[in-house]
């Protein structure tokens, strides 16, 4: 391997542990309220890591379980009530849902200024305008990584691939912000590997398992891999074919231990984020 590694998990424990500082100066612990409906597996232990992480970081956490047979209208009722409810300052409603609900209705009904994930259509919005609110988690981490290893940006050529409201699109965004020359590529993209092996920058969003291989990169590339994919032999990989791309990128993020860690610190720093807002406007 020639590439660094770049060590999400490491950069997130330091960010974790500064907010926690901050946090315990603040005259009032912000409160976060993450919202799970049914048992998924992954859910049930990625909710938990949150709840955690929030609660290590002196946050006021707690997670809201509600049934699989929830309907919208019900899950709509516990929206309304944590935005009404002034004691909350951020509300997460855990991804996936089940299919008889629509997300877009859920995401659509929460409080923007209380929307730590930045999915609703007015931070959307915005972050399209660059004017950035509360901005995804996901894509504000692979920022982090990029500025804290040094790549340079400006003037730099993105290839993000996978257009997803998550994590590609607002990445693309993020990323121009940033002054990069950005090309968002997706499944119907011409020539892929001829797309992705003229990027200095390659940000993997796509959900399939090492599709991203070696002679996609170009020599010297700085690759972040956002996939989190379980193989049938139960071990975790992303998007990108580790290995081999590490043999000709300049850096390169690992699966686990990359992005994923990032996501959670993300979301700790806009609930924070988000108490400080609403109370600079309430006051
Ligand atoms: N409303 C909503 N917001 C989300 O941000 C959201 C969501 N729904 N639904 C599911 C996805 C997934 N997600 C992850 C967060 C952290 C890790 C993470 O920390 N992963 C570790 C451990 C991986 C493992 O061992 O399973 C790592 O990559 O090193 C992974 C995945 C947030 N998501």
Redesign the pocket.
Known sequence: MTARLID??AV?AARRAALAERVAALPFRPALR?VRVGEDP??V??VR??DRAAQAAGLDSATIVLPEATTEAGLLATVAALNDDPAVDGI?????LPPHIRAEAVIAALDPAKDV?G?HPLNAGLLAMGRPALV???PQGVMILLRETGTPLAGARAVVLGRSQ?VGRPMAQLLLGADCTVTLAHSRTRDLAAECRRADILVAAVGRAEMVRGDWIAPGATVIDVG?N?LPDGR?VGDVAFAEAAAVAGAIT???????????AC?LENTVAAALARRATAA
């Open positions: 999400g998990k997130a993450v992954a859910s232990v990625y890591n949150k997460l409603v855990q991804l996936p994930d999915f995804p988690c996901t998550i989190i379980r975790l690992p699966v686990p231990g990359g992005v994923g860690p990032m996501t959670i979301l």
